[in-house]
């Protein structure tokens, strides 16, 4: 099965790949590697705004992770020319934008890789970092940088 069938039977439709919003650049490749900047969670083409633990919920930054994960796959997909030439995703780094007392990062961030696993299969598995910060551009909940190897 492609991976393009796989979304298709998921019913995700990768959106454009948006400009970046300063100083650089959406991806770099170096040999097989390929870094893809931050995302960040976005609802209704606005950033997703909010705190973890203060004013958003464990399951609703799930939910604003997976959505980051579909818009990391369209920038994969432009960085690699096609999704199936991806042989590995190596890494996640996730922020989420937390108050002092919340400690659930690693769940929030569990809704981008499983659904990283759920299209790539085996090699969807990935190294991963989930941290809490303070505040993160635009307010946003959440935001992913991923690394991946292609062919």
């Not at 209704?44 to 799930?62: C, F, N, R, S």
Request: with cysteine; hydrophobic share 50%; charged share 20%.
């Amino acid at each position: 099965m492609t991976i393009e069938s796989k979304l298709k039977e998921l019913a995700i439709t990768l959106p454009p790949v948006g400009a970046p919003a300063a100083a650089y650049v959406r991806f770099v490749r170096t040999g097989n590697l390929v870094f893809l900047s931050g995302h960040i969670a976005r609802r209704d083409g606005k950033p997703w705004a909010g705190k973890l633990g203060v004013d958003i919920t464990t399951e609703e930054g799930k939910a604003a992770a997976r959505a980051i994960a579909v818009d990391l796959m369209a920038t994969l997909q432009a960085a690699a020319g096609e999704l199936d030439r991806v042989k590995r995703i190596v890494k996640l780094l996730g922020l989420v934008n937390s108050g002092p007392a919340f400690t659930e990062h690693h769940l929030v961030i569990d809704g981008a890789s499983q659904l990283l696993v759920e299209v790539f299969g085996d090699i969807g598995k990935h190294a991963r970092s989930a941290f809490g910060v303070a505040q993160i551009p635009l307010g946003a909940c959440v935001e992913i940088e991923l690394i991946a190897e292609i062919e």
